[in-house]
């Protein structure tokens, strides 16, 4: 049998084209994202400034939330700080040499002009402990260490930015206003990778507690083991002696995440990337898949119910079409991986443009992601060929025979059935929006798009049937003959022409959902954060954040009449439900405490924002976040703040702006405790009624210089900073649907090719009874068209309903924001691509001699 079907692929290797292109661009798919999320389960970059420490001791960048027998563990992705008194009993571990407390904290060079120097390569200045450099390979060039407040160590690269040498002075911005430090000494960093991507600046350990800001915390404890101590070895009695605290032990290529923070977090957006799209990107490639073998199976019905008619059994038939499965599957998977691979890079590269990556982030490309790729594809032909194989061998030889000449005029009970409950439970799951406010109905709306898009695609041929009808009359007065002949040709080959919209309805309706629930998302959040800020100055800084003590100072300035820092995090918020935990994540804001009413107009529903802070644990939420956690004002609330640590602050405020400020606003303090955050993002000014907004200004410019890159923008600063950063998340989100929207181009082009290379005959029965090609090339413009029209009327019309009810669950209106030019982009790209992998095929078709091309094989 195994012979047969080699014999059978080599005699129809065209035949095949269409399933291996199909399982070929599965293969790259998978891999790509394969290799995304074993990316963000991996280092991502070497080790540096940690090089030499055996062990690394940081905080555990994770919590738990248990409700009867269920527990959820949910990843943090701020730097969890450690208790500093862990470093005395770490120091009583045998084996144990010295033990160093490290801090980090913001830290920039200032030149002369009072602008912000930074490196060419983007490296970012961190501060730390003199302490801290016996734990990486710095090998001092000059001078002497940082003994004393007021004197700093560079790292070489950063004297030569400065242009200074030991014994001269440098400016650095830090935590405080920016002041003079003496350079007593260079150090040289000499291990792996080129270029130090955090290049130190040290302190002396006195000071470098005073910029840290918590004498209580350290960020992490580097351990250098004693000679001739096995790291490994040493960690584990670590852990036994820290067991019951909240750290975790890092050896070998993972000390990586605890010395670059940046890493960390890009490798959570990695895993979120993968676990969005993964399990869409699977469920898009097996329907491609399927949908494309189960055409090249009925293109060969003639073929097939011949073998039947001459004997061939059920069982026999099932083994063929199984075989035939496993090879173009088991080769197209296989030659998928590389390009796979390529495209995972070049994904890697437009991460890292927008920022979502650091630049020297690196993937992994290890062999799982290509096996996973592989087995996914062979498994899905397999499932794919069962299916086609038992409809083929469960109808008798005889009317096998005579239904191969025509196709069936509906569809199998099976696939109407579970068609029709797909689109019930995706109406369903598309109008929670319109009962709930909370983010499991919006949730629920994006994917009832989907599932009413699948659903769409099972019962394209009576969808396509009944537009069809619509679409005769017009079309039949429009281009005459032409049009009877496209309008005949759809009506009786419903089934074959379905197959062809179907890819493009997905095309439409998968880009609408994915791309436009973020752009309304996007524009909802500008709008309100444009509508939301009444101060009137906006203070930002190119130094990373605004010091603390600027809002001070500025509240100080006469004229002013509030001022208070922002500084915005991700928290987490949990609750029972079901008796399970749910566990939600949100966007935060920590506002210090005085007139915000002054400043922001968050569009209090419930609540007074000014209540915020007056007594111990208190919160305001969205109107969302309310929703989603069942807490009105007055009720607790159980938050997981960046450290992990769980608060229950009570509610003082409810809003409607949570798109623009978050949905979680708390005090500044409270949030400066609770994270590695020592910068405010943001300082809002309102000037007093009376007092002059040029001279205040004019003050404010005067502090920037205290504070180098301090910008001083008008009330609408902080709209526009968020806008730049909503953008850059939607880009980010949108890349990798590149390669989804790639590959569905590739489902459409494929299957729009195959259907129509496999009319050859009738083209030429057509013109063998008088038609000339340009009549045939016209009649099928006409029906090109009539497919595009149906395919975008469709795939327009079905997302309309989760999008309107999606944009009135986030923004209150049931109008999504459309960018006209994208979705014109998305149509025009579907119709440009229809046309292609129609008329081209089909002048290619109509090169053959019809008396030639009457006698073809399937």
Not at 265 to 281: D, H, N, P, Y
Not at 331 to 343: E, H
Not at 587 to 592: I, K, N, R, S
Not at 691 to 696: E, F, G, R, S, T
Request: positive net charge.
């Amino acid at each position: 049998m195994f012979s047969l079907v080699l014999k059978t692929v080599k005699e129809r290797k065209s035949g095949f084209v269409g399933a291996f292109v199909a399982l070929f661009g599965a293969s790259i798919l998978i891999t790509a994202f394969g290799i995304i999320l074993q990316s963000g389960i991996g280092s991502g970059v070497s080790v540096q400034r940690y090089d030499d420490a055996s062990v690394v001791v940081a905080g555990k960048q994770e919590f738990s939330v248990t409700e009867g027998k269920s527990t959820k563990t949910k990843s943090l992705d701020d730097p969890v700080g450690v208790p500093r008194s862990l470093a005395d009993r770490t120091a009583a571990v045998p084996g144990v040499q010295r033990v160093v407390a490290d801090l980090r904290f913001p830290t920039q060079l200032v030149d002369k002009d009072g602008n912000i120097l930074k490196g060419e390569d983007g490296a970012e200045t961190i501060g730390t402990t003199w302490a801290s450099s016996v734990l990486g390979p710095f090998e001092p060039v000059g001078g002497r260490g940082a003994e004393r407040p007021g004197e700093v160590v560079l790292e070489k690269s950063l004297a030569e930015r400065a242009g200074v040498s030991t014994g001269g002075t440098v400016r650095l911005a830090t935590t405080e206003a920016a002041a003079r430090f003496k350079v007593v000494g260079v150090v040289e960093y000499r291990g792996p990778g080129d270029v130090l991507r955090t290049p130190p600046v040290f302190f002396s350990d006195a000071q470098a507690r005073q910029l840290y800001g918590r004498d209580d915390q350290v960020s992490a404890i580097g351990v250098l083991g004693k000679k001739g101590t096995d790291p490994e070895e040493l960690a584990e009695r670590i852990g036994q002696k820290l067991d019951k605290t909240p750290v975790e032990i890092y050896t070998g290529d993972e000390r990586s995440n605890v010395e670059n923070p940046d890493v960390a977090s890009a490798r959570g957006s990695l895993k979120e990337l993968a676990g969005s799209l993964g399990g869409t990107v699977i469920l898009i490639t097996m329907m491609v898949v399927s949908s494309t073998l189960a055409l090249g199976v009925h293109q060969r019905r003639r073929e097939l119910a011949l073998l039947r008619a001459v004997g061939a059994t059920p069982k026999q038939i099932h083994k063929m079409i199984a075989g035939e499965a496993l090879v173009i599957s088991l080769l197209a998977s296989v030659l998928g991986c590389l390009p796979g691979a390529m495209a995972a890079g070049l994904l890697r590269g437009a991460l890292s443009v927008i920022g979502v990556v650091p630049g020297d982030f690196e993937f992994s490309y290890g062999p799982i992601p290509m096996i996973a790729a592989v087995a996914i594809g062979v498994i899905t032909a397999q499932v794919a060929g069962f299916g086609v194989a038992r409809k083929v061998v469960s109808i008798r030889p005889v009317e096998a025979l005579s239904q191969s000449q025509t196709e069936e005029p509906t569809l199998g009970r099976a696939r109407i059935t579970f068609g029709v409950l797909l689109l019930v439970l995706g109406l369903a799951a598309s109008m929670l929006p319109l009962f709930f406010g909370s983010i499991f109905a919006v949730a629920g709306a994006g994917s009832g798009g989907l599932i009413m898009v699948i659903a769409v695609l099972m019962l394209a041929p009576p969808v396509v049937g009944r537009a069809t009808q619509l679409l005769a009359r017009p079309f039949q007065r429009r281009f005459g003959t032409l049009g009877y002949l496209a309008v005949a040709n759809t009506r009786s080959n419903a089934r074959r022409l379905a197959a062809g919209i179907g890819p493009l309805i997905l095309a439409i309706g998968f880009a609408s959902v994915q791309l436009f629930i973020p752009t309304t998302t996007s524009e909802a959040a500008k709008d309100q954060a444009a509508a939301g800020v009444i101060a009137d100055y906006t203070l930002n800084s190119d130094a990373g954040g605004v010091p603390v003590g600027a809002t001070r100072d500025i509240q100080r300035l006469p004229g002013v009449e509030a001022a208070a820092g922002a500084v915005r995090i991700k928290l987490f918020a949990s609750r029972k439900l079901l008796d399970s935990p749910e566990v939600f994540d949100y966007d935060a804001q920590g506002v210090t405490l005085q007139k915000l009413d002054k400043l922001f107009d968050l569009q209090v529903d419930k609540g007074d924002l000014n209540s915020l802070g007056k007594t111990p644990d208190t919160v305001a939420l969205s109107s969302g976040a309310a929703s989603t956690l069942g807490a009105g004002v007055g009720v607790r609330v159980r938050l997981h703040l960046p450290d992990g640590s769980r608060q229950e602050p009570k509610v003082v405020a409810v809003y409607k702006r949570g798109l623009g400020f978050g949905d979680v606003t708390l005090p500044h303090d409270a949030v400066i405790a609770h994270s590695s955050k020592r910068l405010d993002d943001s300082v809002l000014v309102r000037v007093a009624p009376g007092a002059d907004k040029d001279k205040v200004a004019g003050e404010l410019e005067r502090i920037g210089k205290r504070y180098p890159g301090l910008k001083v923008l008008d009330e609408g600063g902080l709209s526009v900073a968020q806008e730049q950063s909503a953008m850059a998340g939607l880009v980010g989100s949108a890349l990798p649907l590149v390669l989804v929207f790639g590959y569905i181009a590739v489902a459409v082009a494929n299957t729009l090719v195959m259907t129509t290379l496999g009319r050859a005959r009738e083209f030429a029965l057509l013109r063998l009874v008088g038609a000339m090609p340009e009549q045939v090339m016209r009649m099928m413009r006409t029906e090109t068209l009539m497919v595009i029209l149906i395919a975008v009327v469709v795939g327009t019309v079905v997302p309309l309903l989760p999008l309107a009810t999606v944009s009135l669950g986030l923004t209150s209106s049931p109008v999504p924001y459309i960018p006209p030019l994208l979705y014109l982009g998305i149509v025009a790209a579907t119709a440009a691509l229809a046309a292609a992998a129609v008329l081209l095929p089909t002048k290619l078709a109509l090169r053959s001699r019809p008396a030639d091309a009457i006698g073809m094989r399937e």
